[in-house]
């Protein structure tokens, strides 16, 4: 079950790739077929193997030889290793399912924020509306934990945003962690954003540190969201168990 999680993680990993760059265009993430950026070259099903065709062309293209972007098989692995471990973390019940699709969310949502800076309506439409059909049938304890998480996440991030006059916070990290907030409830969704904004913050600064970034140079926050609430999902329940014994509560 591990190795068919991980094929299917490495095949989605794909596709969230072509939706993570196209939906943000507003084009099909059907058609036309994926080719080269640089020669147009429509690409064959041997080259669209993923992972293994990146390395067998050396990250290029095998007509051109321009350079493929290395956040195609970056993303095609995440999503494979993701997938992997979420049994793992969380067991083989129904509530994989959520882990599966939390995980799907976020890698488009990687490639779109990375690429473009935008955390797509769209995509956060219709994830809000399969998180709300999921956990009709696998619920959070209580069931309406979920309805108030995602009234949590997005009055935060909106009062955030209003309180910076927008700097603090952009319209897309609000509507994201009211769908978190459905996924994860308001105890996590709360510890999700504080990771996030903690992973933000080192990340920033290292890349600051290192001169890729300008001091107030804007810069995909999505990552660090993934991170931040990925980390709350599956460890949630031991850090804030942790840190209460830590303040003696």
């Given at each position: ?20 760059l ?21 690409l ?18 095998r ?5 493929i ?26 509530e ?20 473009y ?9 219709f ?27 997005f ?64 810069m ?9 609430t ?19 509560l």
């Open positions: 079950m591990l190795l068919a999680l991980l094929c299917y993680g490495l095949l989605l990993g794909s596709f969230f790739n072509v939706a993570g196209r939906i943000p265009n507003k084009e099909s993430i059907v058609a036309p077929r994926s080719a080269c950026p640089g020669c147009h070259h429509t064959t099903a041997g080259e669209l193997i993923p992972v293994v065709s990146y390395l067998l062309q050396g990250g290029k293209c007509k051109c030889r321009a350079r972007s290395p956040l195609y098989p970056f993303v095609e692995m995440m999503t494979a290793i993701l997938f992997t471990i979420s049994p793992l973390l969380v067991g083989w019940s129904k994989l399912v959520i882990a599966l699709t939390l995980i799907s969310l976020f890698m488009i949502i990687f490639v779109s924020d990375i690429k800076m935008i955390i797509p309506d769209k995509v956060l439409l994830f809000a509306g399969l998180f709300l059909i999921e956990r009709m049938f696998i619920p959070l304890s209580p069931w309406w934990d979920s309805l108030i998480g995602a009234a949590a996440g009055f935060l991030l909106l009062s955030i945003a209003f309180l910076s006059k927008g700097r603090g916070m952009g319209g897309g990290d609000i509507k994201l962690f009211a769908v978190l907030g459905l996924a994860l409830g308001w105890k996590l969704v709360l510890l999700s954003f504080f990771l996030s904004c903690l992973f933000g913050s080192v990340i920033g600064l290292a890349a600051i540190l290192a001169g890729k970034v300008k001091r107030r140079q804007p995909p926050f999505g990552p660090s969201i993934m991170a931040g990925l980390l709350a999902y599956f460890c949630g329940e031991e850090l804030l168990l942790w840190y209460f014994r830590l303040i003696g």
